[in-house]
């Protein structure tokens, strides 16, 4: 009897060490919450539902309900009548599960879908680029030149097709959100009340000009070119070419008085008015992290990051903006560029943290008293090392991780409204656009990972454009691929931005104009394949960047009002 008690014990003992090691997850919980996010699917719940889908994809990747949350995201999407969204996730779904219990209906799902958006009378959208190995590039370190990142998926995707309800490791483009994030989610409208005007801009890194006269002359020259809208920079970072016609002040700071940052010149207004009586509109172009202008910054108001190499903490470049006194000094920055007669603002791209930023304590403590648990690189990093493909990283990331790293997209887009509501306190008319990285389109979770930007954040937030920096002869070198394919992955991204948003206006696609590794001038013909597949999606924004003499802007105006026609 002994004996036999002692085999009962052991056989329990295996069947528990079994079901433990099997995925490593609680049965009972998942089920809960595949329950819960299909009883709101069949409540008409449908974007409460994809929330739940994807979460239990997220946190339970070894269930056997994962392959049927896959399906249940493009019935949620068909619901939506976001039929592009529904054929992506469809055809996820056949090909990882070609034989499961939902092939018949995905494939049904998958032929409506596709039927729905050959019936649209909007164009038809560009071919998805072909897979890239994507590779991460390093954070921008100037701010006169705003840099791409396409960003570098953590984890292989093999072609194994696993029977539905396997306990595997889900496939890392099932974890994704959809790859047109924010469909699922509101999109706030613009907060400046004004339905969002198409605009032909050029960003203005750096003027010729040695005087305003000059810089009057530029500006005809540009308004006869068919631009409306200028984005001017009104920071000056030390080391970068100032503007001819600046006596400077200093080495670095802005371009308007503030008592908030060293001014090394107060000349915007002058410019402004300029501009308007030449027609054109301005957007003020600033810096919002890197704004840590003077010799007075104390270390409490910079940003902290871990060194995957010495494994310690350590200062990095930028504000921490986690400290209440950081938030108050860019308000009242933003507060006095607003005083001017600007009609627009254009956030910098610097408004973003790595994936190793920030752990400063004010970043800890809110993180913690929010989340209840402080963040701890050890938690976030899946073997962390000085080398992953190169450089400093991680090959994966924690559940944590991603906590942390969705929590920072929130607390970066609720500091980009406390920005615009200061600067709106004088012109509640004005308009504000922000910068986005192509690999927020292109690969959104390695959007959230690598740059804490998240579409779906910044969606809620309410601004007028969105400014996607779609430099496709950057793209290339950071992805090694050939022109075709750059221009590709820019009719794609623009595909997505436009889906996005509630106006094709309100997407600005940044066209790159300069290589600005070799200061090459793009060729004429290059450009205006960018444009016309861009166009091709909608009828958007377009910004070329940098502006320079070198390129002949006018003699593209005919094919962007073609289109508008």
């Keep these: 009897m002994k004996k036999w008690g002692t085999g009962f014990l052991v056989i329990c003992f295996v069947v528990l060490f079994a079901f433990v090691s099997q995925g490593q997850h609680d049965p009972k919980k998942t089920a809960e919450l595949y329950d819960s996010a299909t009883e709101r699917f069949y409540a008409g719940k449908y974007g409460e539902a994809l929330e739940l889908y994807f979460q239990l994809i997220r946190s339970f990747p070894q269930s056997k309900l994962v392959s049927y949350s896959q399906f249940m995201i493009g019935q949620c999407y068909l619901k939506m009548e976001r039929y592009d969204a529904a054929v992506e996730q469809f055809q996820l779904y056949l090909k990882y599960y070609p034989e499961g219990d939902r092939r018949k209906a995905a494939e049904e799902g998958l032929r409506l879908a596709e039927q729905k958006v050959k019936d649209r009378v909007r164009p ?33 995707k093999d072609e194994v097709s696993p029977k539905e309800g396997s306990p595997v490791e889900a496939k890392p483009v099932e ?8 469909q699922d989610l509101p999109v706030r409208l613009p907060l400046s009340g004004e339905k969002p005007k198409r605009r032909i801009a050029v960003q203005i890194f750096y003027f010729d000009g040695n005087s305003f006269d000059e810089m009057e002359k530029k500006m005809k020259e540009l308004k006869e070119a068919g631009v409306d809208t200028l984005i001017l920079r009104v920071f000056q970072n030390k080391g970068d070419r100032a503007y001819k016609f600046v006596n400077l002040l200093g080495e670095e700071g802005v371009y308007f008085k503030t008592d908030h940052a060293p001014v090394v010149g107060d000349i915007l207004r002058e410019l402004v008015e300029m501009a308007h009586r030449n027609g054109l509109e301005v957007f003020a172009w600033m810096t919002t992290r890197f704004a ?10 910079r940003c902290r990051r871990y060194n995957f190499t010495t494994k310690k903490i350590e200062l990095a470049k930028g504000f921490n903006l986690f ?65 992953v493909d190169g450089r400093p990283g991680a090959k994966g990331y924690t559940e944590k991780f991603w906590t942390w790293a969705n929590w920072k997209s929130r607390r970066l887009m609720d500091v980009a409204q406390a920005l615009m509501e200061a600067a709106r306190e004088s012109n509640p008319r004005l308009k504000f656009a922000l910068n986005l990285y192509m690999e927020t389109f292109s690969d ?14 910044v969606l809620k937030r309410g601004f007028d454009y969105y400014a996607v920096m779609a430099y496709h002869r950057q793209a290339m070198k950071e992805l090694k691929i050939d022109s075709k394919q750059a221009t590709d992955l820019t009719a794609e991204v623009a595909r997505k931005a436009v889906l996005s ?40 924004s377009l910004v070329f960047v940098p502006d320079t003499p070198l390129f002949p802007l006018h003699l593209l105006k005919k094919r962007w009002e073609t289109r508008s026609k």
């Design 175 to 182: 974890v994704k959100p959809s790859p047109i994030q924010g």
């Design 124 to 156: 038809e959208p560009a071919p998805s680029p072909q897979e890239i190995k994507l590779s991460i590039s390093e954070a921008p370190k100037e701010t006169k030149e705003e840099k791409v990142v396409i960003g570098r998926s953590d984890t292989a």
């Design 292 to 301: 840590n202008y003077g010799s007075d910054v104390p270390e409490a108001y």
């Design 444 to 457: 959104s979770q390695n959007g959230v990972a690598h740059l804490s930007q998240s579409l779906s954040e």
């Design 323 to 387: 400290h209440p006194a950081v938030l108050e000094r860019l308000k009242g920055l933003y507060r006095d560029l607003g005083r001017y007669p600007i009609d627009g603002i254009l956030f910098q791209d610097d408004l973003i943290l790595r994936h190793n930023e920030d752990f400063s304590p004010e970043a800890t403590k809110a993180f913690a008293d929010e989340l209840g648990f402080e963040p701890k690189p050890e938690a976030f990093y899946i073997e962390p090392s000085p080398s």
């Design 501 to 540: 948003v509630p106006e094709a206006p309100q997407v600005m696609i940044k066209i790159q104009v300069m290589d600005w590794k070799n200061y090459e001038v793009v060729s004429r013909k290059e450009v205006e394949r960018i444009v016309e597949r861009v166009l091709e999606q909608g009828d958007v």
